[in-house]
T-cell receptor, first 113, second 115 residues
């Protein structure tokens, strides 16, 4: 158990809909990351937050947004969903976000039908 | 543009033998490398890492070798055990550019260790 909690584990929705994925980092970790893993793809970095502030953006679509709340949990919002958004979404956390290993949650499997 | 490449999607070895997983990178700014292991229905878990100031790091049955001139690293598992069967991801970051947000992953190699 990594200590990172992601909910829900599975999500099935339709095109055009909006969903919210939730992540609770390990106790004491201030930095949260979101990654997307599509079929046959590696883990694609989406966005990083540190102590409530956005620190870095990767290949995140404009239809996607995220935030980190004062209690350090994070939410990833995906809107106007398309079939191609079907993927495994991972959240990870680390203490400071400075060149250190990440601890991953078990992921949310999103299926857009 | 894939900066971290794992050219072998899968690898099969016999229990007790050595498993060698390979990874190539293109970005010469990468200076910190990690291997993650992933079981089905679980998130990746950290396995071992190496800084660019070293060429070898060992942790029990796992050893990572770094060849900076070739921009190549490898993970050796000796002896391999059936419980090692998983997908292995190579990852790299450029710490000088600050932060784990620069962690770039390969597509993974699925290792199967046969009893």
């Amino acid at each position: 158990d990594s200590g990172v909690t992601q909910t829900p584990k599975h999500l099935i929705t339709a095109t055009g809909q909006r969903v919210t994925l939730r992540c609770s980092p390990r106790s004491g970790d201030l930095s949260v990351y979101w990654y997307q893993q599509s079929l046959d793809q590696g883990l694609q970095f989406l966005i990083q937050y540190y102590n409530g502030e956005e620190r870095a953006k990767g290949n995140i679509l404009e239809r996607f947004s995220a935030q980190q709340f004062p209690d350090l949990h994070s939410e990833l919002n995906l809107s106007s969903l398309e079939l191609g958004d079907s993927a495994l979404y991972f959240c990870a956390s680390s203490v400071s976000g400075l060149n250190e290993k990440l601890f991953f949650g078990s992921g949310t499997q999103l299926s857009v039908l | 543009d894939q900066q971290v490449k794992q050219n072998s999607p899968s690898l099969s070895v016999q229990e007790g033998r050595i498993s060698i997983l390979n990874c190539d990178y293109t970005n010469s700014m990468f200076d910190y490398f990690l291997w993650y292991k992933k079981y089905p229905a679980e998130g990746p878990t950290f396995l071992i890492s190496i800084s660019s100031i070293k060429d070898k790091n060992e942790d029990g049955r796992f050893t990572v070798f770094l060849n900076k001139s070739a921009k190549h690293l490898s993970l050796h598992i000796v002896p391999s055990q059936p419980g090692d069967s998983a997908v292995y991801f190579c990852a790299a970051s450029s710490g000088t550019q600050g932060g784990s947000e620069k962690l770039v992953f390969g597509k993974g190699t699925k290792l199967t260790v046969n009893p």
